[in-house]
């Protein structure tokens, strides 16, 4: 079977934890910028030295407080500076953060809280608090609750006052490679959340690997300060991933608790990051907004002409660096000239106007957007991984980026296809199994191999293409096995798509469920003179079902006419997490949708 490996580029650490880089950092160069911190609207620098008495005084107040070695104290809160300081205080003294979404329903909180045996927890606000509050009762194990609102940093840092430094570093000695830094639960895509156990070594490992190999993405150039703005959710291993690779490579971490374009722009015009690290969604998002500004504008045609002037550009650069074509014609090398000024430039202002790189994972990204971007100045490096494999397994490199692929494994990872094309990792990041739940654990763990449930495939080059999940394959009446993604992700990249499902199984054929994009249909409306309808007129509107229908019939060219989406239905409102129809990392929860949508899906079937 399929198999490929990339030698690694650091070694195991021998000793020591994930807090030791904030001391060590704070010793080596105590001046220099290690965080930037937003109060009252103004971005404020914080040294490594403030950052390290911070996380020494916090450690000590959880010490004082009656936090103990191998504890674990959930934080529950959205992204932002207060959650990297509890996550380096708690690691400081041996203890365990445990990550909860903020949107999580009060009983999966219980679960999660219950399950880990969580004997403290942080919350963001008084909604958290009380969401916590209705279950206290079912957690005898939970002794203290801090609320970040109400300044439960102050009272911590006063309540350990009196406690000498040495104790906390005690503690911080302790800890071992192999000792777990905390318990990341699944989203639970396919039933209950099953907390992963990552420990210090899988962190250090993961992140000193991206670090070191992608060094263009993580240096900056001479007198160019490297910075981040990490807007990610940290109750995800992609973002706690983020911030401890920005901590431990020296990268100036900002945080940003808002994934609205609303309030993400204007805190990445004034941030101004070097780089960001995100999910598909987000680059969709500049690109539909940019698209959207053109038109509204009267220049969609030179946007458009620009659009694809890029993506043939970035696509001959990519023939060179694989040495099958040439690269970019002198003709195509004047056009892109040409667009730099007019288009390219203002996509990357939009985004700070410093931004050269990228990392996405978390979904996979159309070829042609990551062209696109290419072509226009930023080169996203596309990823996959899991919360089991310590965020990124396989990413594209930066000397060879592969546009439509995951990459290549990470230094010192392995990528087997199995027999049924179950993609299986080795590596040292790696999680060590599931919290209370061996079962489970030698389900995927078989020795030393972690199976994904995901479906793939390596080219020559050992290139990983995703290509589905075991799971969530549909197998037709007529005994037609089809994997959904492909075709929902060409649905979803038309411009007035938020999301799409299709459905089919044990069914004659393939059919789907549409959700449109709010801002979007607004636009379209506006620029077509028509009026602003109620959502049970629009998804009967016979100009919408046109557009809809284009995007259906582009993504049935990626596939034979058996595996085809015959039919669809535009809906007239959106799967949301707050109805249990998507995990809190937005991926769809399809036996709840298929549920909640039945009479819809039936009428598929029976038109």
Known sequence: MPEFTVPPVVAEPPVGGLADIVYDHAAEDPERVALARKVDDRWQDVTSAQFRDEVMAIAKGLLAQGVRFNDRVAIMSR???????????????????????????????????????????????????????????????????????????????????????????????????????????????TGRPKGCVITHANFIFESDTVVTRWEPVFRAKRDDEV????????????????????????????????????ALLPDLAAFKPTF?????????KVFHAARRKAEAEGKLGPFDKAVDVAVRYADAAEGRAFGTSSG???????????????????????????????????????????????????????????TESTAAATANPPEQTRYGTVGLPIPGTTVHIAEDGEVWLRGGQ?????????KATEEV????????????????????????????????????????????????????????????????????????DPEAIDHWLQMRGKRKMSPA??????????????????????????????TFRILAGQFSEEHGLLTPSLKLKRKAIEKAYANEVEALYHA
């Open 537 to 566: 007129d629009l998804v009967r509107d016979p100009d919408l079902e046109t557009e809809i229908r284009r995007a259906v019939v582009a993504a049935n060219t990626i596939v034979s006419q058996a595996e085809s989406i015959r």
């Open 79 to 189: 992204t932002r500076y207060e959650w990297t300081l509890f996550d380096f205080a708690l690691w400081s003294i041996g203890a365990q953060p445990v990550p909860i979404y903020p949107t999580s329903s009060a009983e999966q909180v219980c679960w999660m809280l219950h399950d880990a045996g969580v004997s403290a927890a942080v919350v963001e606000h008084e909604d958290h608090a009380m969401t916590i509050g209705s279950v206290v009762d079912r957690l005898p194990l939970l002794r203290q609750l801090w609320q970040l609102d109400r300044d439960c940093v102050g009272e911590l840092m006063a309540a350990g006052a009196h406690i000498e430094d040495e104790v906390v570093h005690r503690h911080r000695l302790a800890v071992t490679p192999d000792s777990p830094a905390t318990i990341i639960y699944t989203s639970g895509t």
């Open 276 to 284: 960001i690290l995100a999910v598909p969604y987000i680059f969709e």
């Open 328 to 386: 970019p014609s002198p003709a195509l090398r004047v056009q892109h000239q040409l667009f730099e000024k007019l288009v390219y430039s203002k996509v990357r202002e939009a985004m700070g106007g410093r931004i050269r790189h990228a990392m996405s994972g978390g979904s996979a990204m159309e070829r042609r957007l990551g062209l696109f971007f290419a072509g226009a100045g930023v080169t996203i490096y596309e990823g996959y991984g899991l």
């Open 430 to 438: 790696i999680f060590s199994g599931y919290l209370n739940n061996p």
């Open 227 to 262: 910075c981040t703005l990490l807007f990610l959710p940290l109750a995800h291993v992609f973002g706690r991933m983020v911030e401890v690779a920005a901590i431990r490579g020296r990268v100036k971490l900002g945080h940003q608790p808002n994934l609205s374009a609303a």
């Open 445 to 516: 763990l078989r020795d030393g191999w972690l199976a994904t449930g995901d479906l793939g495939a390596l080219d020559e080059d050992g290139y990983l293409t995703i290509t589905g999940r075991k799971k969530e394959i549909l197998v037709t009446s007529g005994g037609k096995s089809v994997s959904p993604i492909p075709l929902e992700e060409r649905v979803r990249a038309h411009p007035l798509v938020a999301q799409c499902i299709a459905v089919g199984n044990d069914r004659p054929y393939i059919a789907a469920l549409v959700t449109l």
